[in-house]
């Protein structure tokens, strides 16, 4: 085999392989990364969304993110809540690193154990035509080991924004 035949084929495999790892990077993320969009308007206040996770499943390195967009007409201040309700303990929570942020702030990092069964209270001051993100994160370290096999998690996550919430 000549030289340049073999520079070719080490090139066109070179190639093909980083080809495949960014379809795999921009496949693996695109599924990891969920989005919902909420529309807030002066006539309806409060608004609830509510997001339901069926036995959410994870392995040793992986992150899921669900991001709802939240959508203002009119600005001003706003309070905010996320009602985490466990449905079935699977043994996930055990596991799992959870981060709720609002509009960049971190409002919680901890564990998906201590999160289920609380309300995360928080503010939005948003301006007219304003869309402010709210995302969950799930990650599970790469150190947890076999003891998180065959776990999940089975919650809800209720979302509620109005101008006069009361505090429970």
């Given amino acids: 085999m000549r030289k340049s035949t073999f520079y070719a084929l080490l090139l066109a495999a070179s190639l093909g392989t980083i080809g495949g790892l960014a379809l795999s990077a921009y496949l693996f993320d695109d599924n990891n990364k969920h989005v919902r969009n909420i529309r807030i308007n002066a006539s309806q206040d409060p608004v609830s969304d509510k997001l339901q996770f069926n036995n959410l499943s994870l392995y040793p390195g992986d992150k899921t993110t669900y991001e709802m967009n939240t959508f203002f007409e009119t600005s001003g201040l706003y309070d905010a809540k996320i009602v985490f309700t466990e449905q079935e303990d699977g043994g996930l929570k055990n596991y799992v690193v959870a981060t709720l942020t609002a509009d960049g702030e971190i409002i919680y990092k901890g564990s998906l154990k201590q999160l289920l069964g609380t309300t995360q209270w928080f503010e939005l001051t948003?301006?007219?035509?304003?869309?402010?993100?709210?995302?969950?994160?799930?990650e599970m370290p790469l150190d947890v080991q076999n003891e998180a096999q065959g776990t999940y998690a089975t919650f809800d996550a209720e979302l509620t924004v109005g101008r006069d919430l009361k505090k429970e």
């Fill in 126 to 138: 948003p301006q007219k035509d304003e869309t402010v993100n709210i995302s969950l994160v799930y």
